[in-house]
């Protein structure tokens, strides 16, 4: 099936840092959806990308919409301890059902003071 | 609160037996998912269903199955759990077009 690939697949970063993660996928995607798992939990909508080469943020993140439609990009500005988690991104390939969304294997963030 | 629940929230069954998992929704939303969340795999999608008694596979249905006879609630069951089915799993509802809202999950141990 569809694979959405996300490097790193892990970090770790000091309290104070930003941070980029990105996702990639092998054929063309028509939304971009970024999500944050807490411990225990399930996945949060962060961020929702419709257009290539948009740029939207909310708060401390902001997500890009790749040019060629084929990858998006998560950065957290300013990192906090409540950052912690895991960051999935997500959407429905161009030639699928925007009934079915595609999840990436995450990229799992832990903050140091 | 999205008005989605999971029960149970964390279950130890023995490899052999069936195994049903309960998602219930309040929001009267037509889309409801099963995705089962493994390390190194992210979410993988099980089954899906688009209404009451409608309802199509995922990329890894395989030993399990599911059932919708009403809007609010969606059961996806295991007929025979084997140990590679223990994971962690998610219910989700589509609210609008912005992605899915997801439960908060059912620990599923097979031993």
């Known amino acids: 099936g569809q694979q959405l690939n996300q490097s790193p697949q892990s970090m770790f970063i000091q309290e104070g840092e930003d941070v980029s993660m990105n996702c990639t996928s092998s054929s063309i995607f028509n939304t971009w959806l970024w999500y944050k798992q807490d411990p225990g939990e399930g996945p949060v909508l962060l961020i929702a990308?419709?257009?290539?080469?948009e740029l939207t943020s909310n708060g401390r993140l902001t997500a890009q919409f790749g040019i060629t439609r084929k990858d998006s990009f998560l950065n957290i500005s300013a990192s906090i301890p409540s950052d912690v988690g895991i960051y999935f991104c997500a959407g429905p390939p161009y030639t699928g059902t925007a009934s079915k969304l595609t999840f990436g294997t995450g990229t799992r963030l832990q903050v140091t003071l | 609160d999205a008005g989605i629940t999971q029960s149970p929230r964390h279950k130890v069954t023995e490899t052999g037996t069936p195994v049903t998992l309960r998602c219930h929704q309040t929001?009267?939303?037509?889309?409801m998912y099963w995705y089962r969340q493994d390390p190194g795999h992210g979410l993988r999608l099980i089954h899906y269903?688009?209404?009451?008694?409608?309802?199509d596979k995922g990329e890894v249905s395989d030993g399990y199955s599911v059932s919708r006879s009403k809007t609010e609630d969606f059961l996806l069951t295991l007929e025979s759990a084997t140990s590679s089915q223990t994971s962690v799993y998610f219910c989700a509802i589509r609210p609008g077009t912005a992605g899915y809202t997801f439960g908060s999950g059912t620990r599923l141990t097979v031993v």
């Open positions: 929001e009267n939303h037509r889309y």
């Open positions: 269903s688009y209404g009451v008694k409608d309802t």
């Open positions: 990308l419709y257009k290539a080469g």
